[in-house]
């Protein structure tokens, strides 16, 4: 998403090949990622010559939290910190109190950074995608 962010004010689309290599990722796995941003509506994808992959909305629209439960689902942001399927207040995992602290600020930035923020910093050299 970063990097079809950073391809927005060009108006250009990226294809799953160009998206993989430009993130060190494997393609299949890729793949299989896009495939879950387009069914839920962040990207859009086109077939043909001039196709490709783009955002639907706007980056500064987009925000973290929406690609990460996209992706992975929202238990992810709610699940416990050594993988306890039932952790919770009345019968916490040895790091509960510790770690709710961690996720209740990680989910707060996910909600309050959007996609044209962390893309203007890779489109202006102060992050990056791959080393």
Do not use: W
Not at 60 to 81: N, W
């Amino acid at each position: 998403m970063i990097y079809v962010a950073t391809l927005q004010s060009e108006k250009k689309r990226a294809g799953l090949k160009d998206i993989a290599l430009a993130i060190s990722s494997p393609e299949a796995f890729t793949g299989k990622i896009l495939h879950a941003l387009v069914k839920s509506e962040l990207l859009v994808s086109t077939k043909g010559p001039n196709g490709g992959f783009a955002l639907k909305n706007s980056p500064d629209e987009i925000v973290l939290a929406e690609i990460v439960v996209s992706v992975d689902g929202e238990m992810r942001l709610k699940a416990c910190a050594i993988g306890i399927e039932k952790c919770s207040k009345q019968y916490p995992c040895p790091v509960h109190f510790k770690f709710k602290a961690v996720r209740e600020h990680l989910f707060g930035m996910l909600l309050t950074t959007n996609l044209k923020e962390v893309a203007e910093r890779v489109n202006t050299g102060l992050s990056f995608l791959k080393q």
